[in-house]
């Protein structure tokens, strides 16, 4: 249920303000907080989810050594047989700005109860990268030295989103829980309403855990975002079922003084 994290960095991002056509991307990525509700757009008959009601809430930041990125999300679910049961997640990242460091934090609930709890920190070397996991339990995981953390692989699809039709595909960690290592690949391209008047930018990624590549991804995102850099509507495809994300409300964060 919770495989959101990199994708619900990307959508808070791109809600950060206007970025379209710009090529240095970080000096125009506001500081902001924003609200999302979560509601089941679309289920197949294999899925099991009757409905979906749920929040988002983000909190990223430019301080002065990076990026600190802090996401609450809580979903209350019904199945076809009419059980509910809630599920809550908490997730917080720094991420340096040279992108070669990362701390990560996250904790899932279900119905109260703690069923994981992840802590570690990472960086990329020269050669090579490594993770560092101090919960659940202390442990260390090589990574390509190609690995990108959630912010590198935005500024990336950032930059090329203004190419339209580009598919790129990268390895991003992004620390989740402990099987976070992911094969992502990203296709952007343009899309205009009815009149034609005002254009859109769609982007569509597709997970693949490197743990076990398959043709199937595990999960799916997809943005359609307007000219300000706002995001309109955001769909987390699970295969048996979507989640689709609606804003409710943002302010953006005076920037830290150091």
Not at 150 to 159: A, D, E, I, R
Not at 162 to 178: A, Q
Not at 180 to 204: A, C, H, M, P, Q
Not at 233 to 245: H, L, N, Q, R
Request: proline content about 2%; some cysteine.
């Amino acid at each position: 249920m919770f495989k959101l994290i990199n994708l619900i960095l990307i959508v808070s991002l791109f809600s950060a303000g206007s970025f379209i056509n710009q090529s240095k991307s970080e000096e125009f990525l506001r500081s902001h907080e924003a609200t999302y509700s979560l509601k089941l757009s679309n289920v197949t008959e294999a899925g099991k989810i009757h409905s979906v009601n749920g929040k988002m809430f983000i909190d990223i930041r430019e301080v002065c050594d990076g990026w600190l990125f802090h996401q609450h999300t809580t979903l209350d679910v019904t199945d076809r047989m009419g059980n509910q049961n809630r599920s809550e997640f908490k997730y917080s990242t720094w991420e340096s700005f040279d992108h070669k460091k990362f701390r990560f934090l996250s904790r899932s609930m279900f119905d109260g109860r703690e069923t994981s709890f992840v802590e570690g920190h990472a960086y990329i070397g020269k050669d090579e990268g490594k993770v560092i996991f101090n919960m659940p339990e202390i442990e260390e995981l090589k990574i390509s030295s190609k690995t990108m953390f959630p912010m590198n692989h935005f500024f990336m699809t950032l930059k090329e989103q203004p190419k339209s039709n580009i598919l790129s595909k990268e390895i991003v960690f992004t620390g989740e829980n402990e099987d976070s290592l992911s094969l992502v690949s990203t296709f952007t391209s343009y899309i205009t309403n009815g009149d034609g008047k005002e254009k859109f930018v769609k982007i569509r990624s597709a997970y693949f855990p490197l743990s076990d590549l398959s043709e199937q991804p595990e999960s799916e995102i997809e943005l359609i975002v307007d000219s300000s850099g706002l995001i309109k509507s955001v769909i987390f495809d699970y295969i048996d079922y979507e989640i689709k994300g609606s804003l409710i409300n943002h302010k953006y964060i005076s920037k830290t003084k150091c």
